[in-house]
């Protein structure tokens, strides 16, 4: 735990996303600045949390567009979902499914129940879609 800059309760992240999400307005490089600025226990306690969305989070670690059903799906669900991970989609008969684990981005790439591979890190987007075709 980083006792210099502990996590905040649930009201000061609240005020906190708040005024992100006011600064920014649409624009997402201007929220993932905002993110970038915060201590590393609140921006942990915002990435997996009710506050923001899926889209958000996985564009603050990718910094990449994916196609639009992808972003859809990843608009429609809470951050918090990325403890378990979310969907965000399916090729031939592979699924990719982006998570969050100890505050690392990760895609798993699955058959549908099993994982197959993982990746993690700012490449992890790209890696598995390689992965994906390399197996296809």
């Excluded at 992100?20 to 590393?40: A, F, H, I, N, Q």
């Amino acid at each position: 735990m980083d006792t210099e800059n502990p996590a905040p309760t649930f009201p000061e992240l609240v005020k906190i996303a708040d005024c992100l999400l006011d600064e920014s307005g649409e624009d997402d490089d201007v929220l993932m600045r905002g993110l970038e600025t915060l201590p590393g226990p609140t921006r942990n306690e915002l990435i997996v949390s009710d506050l923001l969305n899926a889209w958000q989070v996985f564009y603050y670690f990718f910094r990449t567009v994916p196609d639009e059903l992808v972003r859809e799906r990843l608009e429609l669900e809470p951050a918090s979902s990325l403890v378990e991970g979310v969907e965000i989609d399916e090729i031939e008969l592979l699924t990719r499914v982006f998570r969050v684990k100890n505050n690392r981005p990760e895609i798993l790439v699955t058959d549908g129940k099993d994982p197959l591979k993982t990746f993690s890190g700012a490449s992890a987007v790209a890696d598995s879609q390689t992965y994906i075709e390399s197996t296809l």
